[in-house]
């Protein structure tokens, strides 16, 4: 089973798989342009963190992906943009070439902005040059290629989204991303949640990885029985009013909640809260509540929110605290059919106590794409769902998203689930 949709995907077959592509490339690689938008040259180049990248490096690296995997390949006449941008835009693919390292993304300063908008319009028009007019051999070879392009492309919007507001956070005057427009499409307006109640989720036998409709990553296949005990599920995340009640009951302060490796992040970091927390008496918004920073900058904690930006450790320690458990991912995607189940996607990434490994019967692609994700299969746990940063489209019930357990700066949030 392929995991990309072939020529005659339905989606595609509407209009003609060329021009159907022409358009989808078109919107997605333009709202790259327009997350970037309310940001400045200065804002692009800056990297927080080395797990963080800046605007600027991802806006050219979206280029890098169709220069080097579908244009290079496929396109003979094909003239790059700039030779030495194979290099500094590679991420980890060592089929590929060498790679500026990651950690000093940052240092980047040239090429200038303009100039990896100029590239990003270059690679645009090839492609679009491609899609129109490439021969038929080669088109059938690269539309999957293409496909993976836009799906990579869409991840790295949405880490558009989370590096930046990392880095925004390491400002003491704390500025706002977010436009008042551009927040209602990203879904940031504050909901009301009905009290957790738990659902049984079904039990026995199920079938968990990619059904072969539409696009897939590789790592969600190949598609396999799991078999589960009966268990039940919260049919809500926890939210901020919850995860407060955590805090004053000392929660960063009791090491029997914790895992081995999460108290010893809490001691080495000096966490007493989510990230972008500010406590009452917090210098950076001083007031007599607690507030939160995001995209919007910094607002009142809204206790009906979902708590987010935690680690899988503080997702753990809650989960002990109130007497449950993480689901497993296998449980979350069973799950996602039970009645009455909400912010399953939409929301926050929600962390599993899945680690992070290749499915029975798993292969990776053949070529360069063969390390998109098997490579990293051990020390991550998984997260499954999506988030409010997450593009429209590009969610589904087998999506398998990781991360190592202390990574705080993903929109990542707490389901609970325990035994029945």
């Known amino acids: 089973m392929s995991p990309f949709p072939?020529?005659?995907?339905?989606?595609?077959?509407?209009?003609?798989?060329?021009?159907a592509m022409a358009r989808r490339f078109a919107q997605v690689r333009a709202h790259s342009l327009a997350l970037a938008e309310p940001l400045s040259a200065e804002d692009q180049c800056i990297q927080s963190m080395p797990d963080a990248s800046p605007t600027k490096w991802h806006l050219a690296h979206g280029s890098w992906f169709f220069e080097a995997v579908v244009l290079r390949a496929h396109v003979p006449d094909y003239r790059p943009f700039d030779e030495r941008f194979f290099y500094l835009f590679n991420s980890y693919y060592e089929a590929l070439g060498p790679r500026h390292p990651r950690p000093l993304r940052g240092l980047l300063t040239r090429p200038p902005l303009a100039q990896v908008l100029a590239y990003r319009a270059h690679v645009d028009a090839a492609v679009q040059s491609f899609i129109t007019r490439g021969g038929e051999p080669m088109w059938q070879q690269a539309l999957p290629l293409l496909t993976l392009g836009l799906q990579h492309e869409q991840q790295h919007q949405e880490l558009m989204l989370t590096d930046i507001l990392h880095a925004l956070s390491c400002n003491p005057i704390l500025p706002a991303y977010a436009q008042p427009a551009l927040a209602s499409a990203l879904r940031l307006a504050p909901t009301v949640v009905p009290p957790l109640r738990w659902l049984a989720g079904p039990a026995g036998t199920v079938q968990i990885g990619h059904d072969g409709g539409g696009f897939a990553f590789d790592n969600e296949t190949p598609r396999h029985s799991v078999l589960l005990s009966p268990y039940c599920m919260a049919d809500r995340l926890v939210n901020c009013g919850e995860y407060l009640q955590f805090i004053e009951d000392g929660g960063y302060r009791r090491p029997e909640l914790w895992l081995s490796d999460g108290w010893a992040a809490v001691q080495a970091n000096g966490w007493s809260c989510p990230p972008y927390w500010l406590a009452p008496d917090d210098v950076r918004a001083p007031a007599r509540h607690w507030q939160v920073f995001g995209l919007q900058g910094?607002?009142?904690?809204?206790?009906?929110?979902?708590?987010?930006?935690?680690?899988?450790?503080?997702?753990?320690?809650?989960?002990?605290?109130?007497?449950?458990?993480?689901?497993?991912?296998?449980e979350w995607e069973a799950a996602c059919a039970v009645p009455g189940i909400a912010q399953m996607t939409g929301h926050l990434w929600q962390w599993t106590r899945s680690s992070y490994d290749p499915y029975p019967g798993f292969r990776p692609l053949a070529g360069a794409v063969g390390e998109y994700n098997g490579k990293f299969m051990v020390g991550q746990l998984v997260l499954r769902g999506s988030s409010s940063a997450t593009p429209a489209g590009h969610a589904r019930p087998s999506y398998r998203n990781f991360f190592p357990p202390?990574?705080?700066?993903?929109?990542?949030?707490?389901?609970?689930a325990k035994d029945a």
Request: contains cysteine; negative net charge.
């Open 406 to 416: 202390g990574a705080r700066w993903q929109f990542s949030g707490i389901r609970l």
């Open 6 to 19: 072939s020529a005659a995907d339905s989606c595609l077959e509407a209009q003609g798989p060329r021009e």
């Open 298 to 330: 910094v607002r009142a904690l809204d206790a009906s929110a979902p708590v987010s930006q935690v680690s899988f450790y503080e997702a753990a320690a809650y989960a002990e605290w109130a007497g449950a458990r993480l689901p497993t991912e296998f």
